[in-house]
């Protein structure tokens, strides 16, 4: 369950806000004033803040810039003042949306649900984790598509890339020239296995050491090729 902070001094909007946040499953904490809720809102974790700007002892603006020095939990400020001037400033402050009084009970719902749902897919490409293939010196970096031998990073071509990739994921196998053009570019050969050669070729000269002694890229004579691990 979602936990929703409202920072509101008018009782009856509060009262309000929370009650529809609960019709919809939302936990909801509430705090009148500005000091107590910027404490709240740094000590405790929320999914979302809804912030008024007009609030005693602290005003919004100063508690929205507190926050994100430390969180980038999503903010709504909710406001009386209209003018464009005040939207930007929060706006500028981190915050993620702004709403004037009066508004829509039901449009605020389905504002938090909207910003919950695009911070959770945020945080959860944030924390995808790259494919990574590692092979003594060479490091392939399948989601980034990026290359580095020997922490040198190294630049390829969409084709050299893929094809790397495709051997360094199948090693000690052998590949003839037909199968890695069929595999890479996805269609019968017919005839021009020159490609595979030429791009063989690019891939050592980038990669190896020793083109006359590969130790990743090996021909296998009359055959094809294998990636050596």
Not at 163 to 186: D, G, Y
Not at 203 to 218: F, G, Q, S, V
Request: glycine fraction near 4%; charge should be negative; include cysteine.
């Amino acid at each position: 369950m979602a936990k929703i902070l409202i920072i509101e001094d008018e009782a009856s909007i509060a009262e309000l806000e929370k009650d529809y946040l609960e019709l919809s499953n939302f936990e909801v904490v509430v705090e009148e004033n500005g000091k107590a809720g910027a404490v709240t809102a740094l000590n405790e974790d929320f999914d979302l803040i809804i912030l008024d700007l007009m609030i005693p002892e602290m005003d919004g603006f100063e508690i929205c810039k507190l926050i994100r020095e430390k969180k980038d939990t999503p903010i709504i400020i909710i406001s009386a003042k209209k003018d464009d001037i005040d939207k930007i400033r929060g706006l500028s402050l981190g915050a993620d949306d702004y709403m004037t009084k009066p508004f829509s009970p039901s449009e605020l719902v389905a504002r938090v649900k909207a910003h919950l749902s695009r911070y959770e897919r945020l945080t959860q490409a944030g924390h995808t984790t790259n494919e990574i293939i590692e092979v003594r010196d060479l490091k392939i970096d399948k989601t980034a598509r990026m290359v580095w031998i020997n922490g040198i990073e190294k630049t390829f071509t969409s084709k050299e890339f893929d094809l790397l990739a495709f051997l360094a994921e199948n090693p000690n196998r052998v590949f003839t020239k037909e199968e890695l053009f069929k595999e890479i570019w996805k269609m019968e050969s017919v005839g021009d296995i020159a490609t595979v050669t030429v791009h063989i070729k690019k891939l050592r000269e980038k990669i190896e050491a020793n083109n006359t002694n590969p130790k990743y890229i090996e021909t296998i004579w009359g055959v094809g090729y294998r990636f050596k691990i």
